[in-house]
């Protein structure tokens, strides 16, 4: 649909969004080509509000004396801020502009809502190891506009690792070859030869795509949750060395591991969570790199572990009640009496201090007389709990007055 937009010149205002390197200033280029419309282009990182306000103006000026629309095309679009964003919206509401944003950010945060559903959002996927190979394969052969002057020849563990390495971002493949390129000095034959070497210094570390304050923080952490409530310790190593060596904060990881281990394991194995705590001190503690060996013995023992929501569900189901139910008092026995008057009262009366009985069990009931025998807490049958659940089974049929 896009295209067939593109060829009959008759373009919606759209947002281009996707991961760098994935051609979003290039389509805007071929836009720029084809359209009969004006183009302007500005970068979010260095224009401001007088060269939008310039722009807006003379494109009102020539759709009023030559009936010219006007594309503009703010590049890295999630930049502005929401005043910026605000003085494009009624020139697009009446046609002054067609708006054409690019934005590696997701523009549901980032573009403001009126804007936003005035606009169509194409999604662009970061490039296919095979589609970065076949522009980096035109750019060593084009003479006018690539590097086919030059007369290169990319060794093929080179080209290989190059396009490993860019993942998926056509930019990156494209800057670590020219410079590359130009370190080789030509044979006797006046060829470039580039051997793996050249391209491992050219590139110094692999491109991660990921952002700390972005869908990638969201989505790695995501997946390194699931992996490690699947109970696979290898997907969660993965993940986590991902966030690792891309820079995200240790001690963000620690927390949710912490979280993950009173969420998921619970009671099925009551040292998930000393385990997870220990690990966030440990890094605290020692820093990075180093810290990345808590971790990754916390992952391991928490993907490892028996698994088990039962206290988090439990706490669910308890906080509906509290919020559903009549906030009835709290029954007379499990008052405490510090005052002759509240003993009159009937404070703490009957109460069954549980260490006088057989086994340290009273059998008393607790809840408010509305919610009397209601059940929140229902242990699983994995690892620590299986013994949790017999004891209550026990205690229960106590309660009830049934032999245990």
């Known amino acids: 649909m896009l295209r067939q937009c593109i060829e009959a010149d008759q373009l919606p205002s759209m947002v281009l969004w996707g991961p760098p390197g994935s051609g979003k200033t290039t389509l805007a280029q071929l836009i720029a080509r084809v359209t009969h ?3 302007a282009q500005v970068s979010a990182v260095t224009a401001g509000m007088a060269d939008l306000r310039k722009i807006i103006g003379e494109a009102d000026d020539r759709l009023g004396m030559h009936g010219q629309r ?3 095309f703010i590049d890295e679009i999630h930049r502005f801020n929401k005043a910026q964003q605000d003085i494009i919206l009624p020139h697009v509401e009446n046609g002054t502009v067609i708006f054409i944003g690019a934005t590696t950010e997701n523009p549901s945060f980032e573009v403001i809502a009126p804007l936003l559903s005035r606009s169509r959002v194409f999604t662009l996927r970061g490039l296919t190891d095979e589609e970065v190979g076949a522009i980096v394969d035109r750019a060593i052969a084009d003479e006018e506009r690539g590097l086919g002057k030059m007369r290169i020849e990319l060794e093929a563990d080179a080209r290989t690792f190059l396009l490993t390495a860019a993942n998926g971002d056509a930019r990156v493949a494209l800057n670590a070859l020219e410079m590359a390129a130009s370190a ?17 210094d050219a590139l110094q570390h692999r491109a991660l795509q990921y952002d700390k304050a972005g869908d990638q923080h969201y989505d790695t952490i995501s997946a390194f949750i699931k992996s490690v409530r699947a109970s696979d310790p290898d997907a ?14 240790p001690l963000f990881i620690a927390r949710r591991l912490i979280i993950l281990a009173s969420e998921d394991i619970g009671l099925a194995d009551p040292m998930a969570l000393p385990v997870a705590v220990a690990a966030q001190q440990a890094v605290h503690f020692i820093g990075m790199p180093e810290g990345m060996l808590p971790l990754a013995e916390a992952t391991v023992y928490l993907a490892t572990a028996p698994k088990s929501n039962s206290a988090y569900a439990a706490y669910g189901r308890a ?19 510090v005052t ?20 340290h069990f009273a059998g008393q009931e607790n809840l408010p007389d509305n ?4 059940r929140y807490y229902q242990p699983s049958d994995q690892g620590h709990e299986k013994s949790i659940m017999e004891r209550l089974q026990k205690w229960w049929g106590e309660r009830k007055g049934e032999p245990s």
């Open 37 to 39: 419309a004006h183009f």
């Open 70 to 72: 006007t594309i503009l």
């Open 184 to 200: 080789a000095r030509p044979d006797a034959e006046g060829k470039r030869r580039i051997p793996l070497a050249s391209i491992e």
């Open 236 to 249: 969660a190593i993965y993940w986590l060395g991902r966030m690792l060596e891309a820079g995200e904060d």
């Open 319 to 337: 906080l509906e009640d509290v919020r559903r139910t009549r906030n009835d008092p709290v029954p007379l026995h499990l008052r405490n009496a």
């Open 340 to 359: 002759g008057l509240m003993r009159e009262m009937g404070y703490g009366k009957g109460y069954r201090y549980a260490h006088d009985f057989p086994e």
């Open 371 to 374: 919610l009397k025998g209601r």
